[in-house]
């Protein structure tokens, strides 16, 4: 999450060859939620998925060394995988909760590199199932779900039946750390391999990116010697 | 979140960074030479012990802020100073003392994200007292 970015020079996008890549922090956020309802025995079983090509396992690794029981690797490449967005993602998703019977569906709010924050959303809206986005904190009760939710007035606590859709914001929880001996351990847990042809989903992007540009370096300030100076400054800048 | 906890994160993250490093050098974590011969029983299931310590924390030291090579060096540095500590009740509050820089090191970790996404993503509740660094509307 703190790698330098740099714009591709034909402006089609980001370079992502050879960057370090790591778990998005809100989705280790969700996995940590995920866990934590297991152990709490709220729910018997949790399923990482990633979809992306075959570095993504490490991903599911991290996620398996943190706690969760199995994963599942949808594998898309090359083209795909750089035409991906959120709509693509969530129907992958929407058929894998239906194939696994889920009982809730638990990621990130947003990732932090395309800062789409649709994912949750759309899964949701596909499958036709309540959401609790923006989770600050969570609470099962019964078949219902208590979730309460950061806003911008402030928050907002409600009630969602089971099965749902949960995104967790950055103040759900303290995600832990996936120490050595944890990975050695998650070693032994299964990931299964499919493709997003298996799930009946197309991968065609309904989104075509057009340019990618930097945001304007920002200029030097200026500097005056006297009250008079930075009048006559705003003044020829015409901002007074 | 409250100033008071903001101020207080930014404080303790910059102390722990040479706080870690003041532990880690410091302390006497013993190692346990591989060839060394040992008379008692009680020395092995040690050996593994610190060797398992010192993998962990090799691992951990990957993303140490001030670079993977600094840590490495220090560590070794550290384990180095005590490898002809012997007495195994001193080796297991050594050993101790390694998981406590463990767990410091996950909390220094977990803090610099946490740090990072606040300040991208939510807007500050100093600046907005201050009402400096909002866009004008």
């Known amino acids: 999450y703190i790698v330098t970015i740099r714009v591709k020079p034909d402006h089609s996008g980001v370079v992502t060859d050879g960057v370090k890549h790591s ?3 809100f989705c280790e956020i969700a996995v940590e939620e995920a866990v934590k309802l297991k152990e709490k025995k709220f729910i018997k079983e949790v399923v990482a998925v990633s979809c992306g090509p075959t570095q993504v396992t490490e991903t599911i690794r991290t996620a398996l060394a ?17 035409a991906m967005g959120p709509l ?4 992958i998703f929407a058929a894998l909760a239906k194939k696994e019977e889920a ?6 709010k947003q990732a932090i590199d395309d800062d789409c924050n649709q994912t949750g959303q759309m899964t949701a809206a596909l499958l036709d ?18 979730v309460v939710r950061e806003i911008d007035g402030g928050l907002e606590t409600i009630k969602i039946s089971m099965p749902a859709v949960l995104t967790a914001d950055l103040r759900l929880n303290t995600p832990r750390y996936a120490t ?10 299964k990931i299964a391999n499919m493709k997003p042809a298996d799930l009946g989903v197309d991968m065609v992007s309904r989104v075509e990116v057009l340019r990618v540009d930097e945001p304007p370096t920002r200029l030097a300030g200026v500097k005056v010697e006297t009250v008079d100076d930075l009048v006559a400054k705003l003044k020829a800048n015409g901002t007074i | 979140m409250p100033i008071s906890e903001l101020l207080l994160f930014y404080i303790i993250s910059c102390c722990m960074l040479n706080h870690l490093l003041y532990v880690l050098l410091f302390s006497s974590i013993p190692v346990v030479k591989a060839a060394t011969v040992s008379g008692s029983d009680m020395a092995n299931p040690l050996r593994s012990e610190v ?10 030291g990957r993303e140490y802020p001030k670079g993977a090579d600094y840590f490495r060096e220090r560590l070794k540095g550290a384990f180095m100073k005590n490898k002809d500590v012997t007495d195994p009740k001193e080796i297991k ?18 803090l610099r994200k946490y740090r990072a996404m606040k300040k991208r993503y939510y807007e500050e509740e100093l600046s907005a007292v201050l009402n400096i660094g909002r866009p004008v509307d």
Not at chain 1, 70 to 78: C, T
Not at chain 1, 129 to 146: L, N, R
Not at chain 2, 51 to 60: S, V
């Open chain 1, 23 to 25: 778990m998005n922090p």
């Open chain 1, 66 to 82: 943190m706690g969760c029981d199995r994963g599942i690797h949808v594998e898309v490449s090359g083209k795909d995988y750089e």
């Open chain 1, 88 to 91: 693509q993602i969530a129907k």
């Open chain 1, 103 to 108: 009982s809730l569906v638990i990621l990130g």
């Open chain 1, 129 to 146: 199932w309540p959401q609790g986005t923006f989770a600050s904190e969570v609470t099962i009760d019964g078949e219902k779900v208590k």
């Open chain 1, 180 to 189: 050595l001996p944890n990975i050695m351990k998650a070693k032994k847990k």
């Open chain 2, 51 to 60: 060797r398992q310590l010192y993998k962990n924390l090799l691992f951990l």
């Open chain 2, 93 to 110: 509050k050594l050993v101790d003392r390694g998981e406590f820089v463990i767990k410091e090191l996950e909390a220094l970790y977990y």
